[in-house]
């Protein structure tokens, strides 16, 4: 039958299939097919699509949905279990029945999974799932790089193998990558991320103001447009903030810290030991607990309780020392210095207008001449300006 763009054609016959137990089942099949590519096939019994992007729905009985090439949406219906082939193309597959049948071949494409149903497993090379439904959802992936994305309720979902994206969505939701370097989106601080060693290298993405990551998770991105803090773990962690002031806080491990846009920090505050930190070579030589860090984008630093050395670069830096005694350098810009309590600080902004904040009699302030207009802001009741400080 061949059809012009525009004319449609429809027609009906009865079939019976005998299983090797002797049992029969008859039925009617009527489908209408229009002449346009691309447009929708409904009926109930078998329907074959086209080379195009293909629309084919079931109806309340068996039937066999077949797309073949196209980027198809096939859609079961609420009857009986269906029988879904996408064929080549990028397919979706809309699954309201647990019982629906979905062959995929290898290399076929990428496609998707749409169901309301309260569980569902992808089925062999399917590589995406979203749930449509309503209530908490229990959705698992396969073996390949699957897209699993979960709806508003506390859903549980789990990669499996692959490299994959898990999105729990609103709601408290609890997210197993399982092996492979798998990326997190998390939108929910609810949310429970759960990684075992050795599962690869992990991302979660947020654009919560907060997130702290958990065992066994690598890499933090912040998605948002806010201000960001960002904690890491034990492990060695990459943290990239956004345009906001991002505050970084550092832990264990060999850290790579982005600062992004704005005016970001890097607390070294919880450290267990003095810290060296020179944001003039991005790096933190000593974190203060056995690693090395790398500073990106970063134009504030907070020292630790203990003798701290802190280096500014040529942009105009904050650095903020402890109980310790400490030593900050500004270096080249309009830098803020803030020794802090420790027993006697050296306060050395060099070249800018720079402003030191004084909170011990003893501290040190230096500035050679012609290094700018600096200025002394202390709560002491009594200080006297040193050589080349203005104000």
Do not use: C, K
């Not at 074959?48 to 084919?56: C, K, R, T």
């Not at 500014?312 to 020794?339: E, K």
């Amino acid at each position: 039958l061949t059809l012009l763009q525009g004319q449609t054609a429809t027609d009906s016959f009865t079939y019976t299939l005998t299983d090797s137990e002797g049992v029969s089942l008859s039925t009617t099949l009527t489908i209408t097919v229009n002449g346009l590519a691309g447009t929708v096939t409904s009926g109930s019994g078998v329907m074959l699509g086209s080379n195009f992007d293909d629309v084919l729905i079931g109806g309340a009985g068996y039937d066999v949905l077949i797309g073949f090439d196209g980027n198809d949406r096939l859609i079961g219906g609420d009857g009986l279990a269906d029988e879904l082939y996408g064929g080549a193309g990028d397919d979706t597959y809309v699954v309201d029945i647990i019982g629906d049948s979905i062959v995929e071949l290898a290399g076929e494409g990428f496609d998707t999974v749409e169901t309301t149903a309260l569980a569902y497993t992808l089925p062999a090379n399917v590589e995406a799932l979203i749930f449509t439904g309503v209530g908490a959802f229990l959705g698992t992936g396969n073996e390949l790089d699957n897209v699993i994305t979960g709806g508003a309720g506390a859903d549980v979902l789990f990669g499996l193998a692959g490299d994959d994206i898990l999105r729990g969505g609103d709601g408290q939701n609890t997210l197993h990558g399982g092996e492979g370097n798998d990326t997190y989106i998390v939108e929910s601080d609810g949310d429970v991320i759960v990684e075992s060693p050795g599962e690869g290298i992990d991302t979660v993405e947020t654009t919560l103001s907060t997130w702290t990551l958990a065992a066994g998770l690598e890499n933090l991105i912040y998605t948002g447009t806010g201000v960001f803090t960002g904690i890491g773990n034990t492990l060695d962690n990459v943290i990239t903030g956004g345009v906001g002031n991002d505050a970084f806080i550092a832990g264990l491990g060999n850290d790579t810290f982005n600062g992004g846009a704005g005016f970001d920090t890097v607390d070294y505050s919880a450290a267990g030991s003095a810290v060296t930190v020179r944001l003039n070579g991005n790096v933190t030589q000593n974190d203060g607990q056995g690693g090395v860090d790398t500073l990106t984008g970063i134009e504030r630093v907070i020292g630790t309780a203990f003798d701290d050395l802190l280096v500014g670069d040529s942009l105009g830096n904050t650095l903020v020392g402890g109980a310790g005694r400490d030593t900050l350098l500004g270096l080249v810009g309009d830098d803020i210095l803030i020794g802090g309590e420790g027993v006697a600080n050296t306060l050395q902004g060099g070249v800018g207008h720079d402003r030191y904040v004084v909170s011990v009699a003893g501290d040190s302030v230096i500035e050679l001449a012609g290094e700018g207009t600096d200025t002394v802001e202390t709560a002491l009741s009594t200080w006297t300006l040193g050589a080349n400080l203005e104000n």
